[in-house]
């Protein structure tokens, strides 16, 4: 399964952008997709998966701000991110596992990243 994002940028604080990840090869199998962040000098940290079923999970970081969702048919994978704070800038990871996340974030399959970043 190879994942590829889009939709990363420039944007002020207060303001939105759109991820994309769209999945290739052997995605039948995946059960289970989500997004991780990564800014300078921190750790990559799991903020939003989304399961077959449509259950979806959020860090706290994040939530009610972003929302995952999935186009099965398109095999893409969306983070709607809204009221984006300096703090969110990132660089952000979709990544796919074929096992259900179950409260946990998928680490089986990666993307290479697509760059956030927030200005005050």
């Known amino acids: 399964v190879q994942l590829v994002e889009s939709g990363g940028g420039s944007v002020q604080a207060g303001g939105s952008l759109r991820l994309s990840c769209a999945a290739f090869?052997?995605?039948?199998?995946?059960?289970?997709m989500g997004w991780f962040r990564q800014a300078a000098g921190k750790e990559r940290e799991g903020i939003a998966a989304?399961?077959?079923?449509?259950?979806?999970s959020y860090a706290d970081s994040v939530k009610g701000r972003f929302t995952v969702s999935n186009d099965n048919a398109k095999n893409t994978l969306y983070l709607q991110m809204d009221s984006l704070e300096p703090e969110d800038t990132a660089m952000y990871y979709c990544?796919?596992?074929?096992?259900?996340?179950?409260?946990?974030?998928?680490?089986?399959?990666w993307g290479q990243g697509t760059q956030v970043t927030v200005s005050s």
């Open positions: 989304i399961e077959n079923d449509g259950s979806t």
């Open positions: 090869g052997f995605t039948y199998s995946v059960n289970c």
């Open positions: 990544a796919a596992e074929d096992l259900y996340c179950s409260g946990t974030y998928p680490r089986e399959y």
